[in-house]
């Protein structure tokens, strides 16, 4: 037995070591477990950064249809979008996805509401009504104000204690010069199995806002970790390489409770 597994490790290693190997690991690795992108606009700033390099994590929501890199043609026709349907986007996320009005186009935004959801924008706060009734709101939505609206109790302004990149431009005002979705949007409803997605940058993103929420089947992976980061000026971010999105958000947190502490103590009157 130990002789056949050992006969066996020394086929693979071999082959591995092929061209072809490697080509057929190569690909398998982009296929389904990891891709490489990288953000191309602000529209997610401050959570990720225009430059950064980031691998996705395909197998996050199952296992979306191989597409020929670059040419992005699907491999496996005749399907959804996805040849094994696994977990869901949840709200709070980020996920990369393709874009519905060109698949071939890849973006990357938060999800802020899922299938059955209700959401609206009022003077460029979110409101979400979860699919889950009145009661569940307090419980999916813990330290967030609450307004009663259209008889339903709504979450205002989600995410963004916990999710410290989510902020607003305030020279963004309404003056005609911008889009009205930027200010006030529906109310909508989020069709089942699909997820609205906005950018952590509210007032300079390209989103549902505007083109409408995102089916399961678009929906690719979720970043996984930044491998390379360079600003405009070809200055490199050492200090962002190798963290999660999570890690970056943790250091946003801390360095904007820092800077509003800071704040406080030159304020503070003796």
Not at 186 to 214: A, C, K, L, T
Request: proline share 6%; with cysteine.
């Amino acid at each position: 037995m130990k002789e056949k597994a050992f006969t066996f490790l020394h086929k693979t290693y071999k082959f591995s070591n092929s061209w072809t190997g490697t080509v057929i690991i190569v690909l398998f690795v982009i296929f389904f477990v990891a891709q490489a992108f990288r953000i191309p606009s602000g529209s997610m700033k401050d959570s990720l950064l225009i430059g950064d390099h980031l691998f996705a994590k395909k197998f996050a929501y199952g296992i979306s249809t191989p597409h020929l890199p670059f040419l992005e043609i699907p491999l496996v026709p005749g399907t959804d979008g996805h040849i094994y349907d696994g977990d869901t986007p949840q709200r709070g996320d980020i996920v990369i996805f393709r874009y519905p009005n060109n698949t071939q186009m890849h973006f990357v935004k938060r999800c802020v509401a899922t299938g059955g959801d209700e959401i609206f924008v009022s003077n460029k706060d979110l409101y979400v009504h979860p699919k889950e009734g009145d009661m569940a709101v307090a419980t999916l939505f813990p330290d967030t104000e609450t307004v009663i609206f259209n008889g339903k109790t709504w979450a205002k302004t989600p995410y963004i204690k916990q999710h410290k990149g989510i902020h607003h431009d305030k020279r963004i005002v309404q003056d005609g010069r911008y889009y009205e979705q930027i200010f006030n949007f529906g109310p909508v409803q989020i069709p089942e199995n699909e997820y609205f997605m906005m950018g952590d940058n509210r007032d300079h993103s390209n989103d549902s806002r505007f083109w409408g929420s995102v089916p399961y089947g678009l929906v690719e992976g979720t970043p996984w970790f930044v491998y390379f980061s360079m600003t405009d000026d070809y200055q490199i971010r050492w200090n962002r390489m190798g963290k999660t999105p999570t890690d970056l958000e943790g250091e946003l947190h801390l360095n904007k409770a820092i800077a509003e502490r800071e704040n406080e103590i030159d304020n503070e009157i003796y």
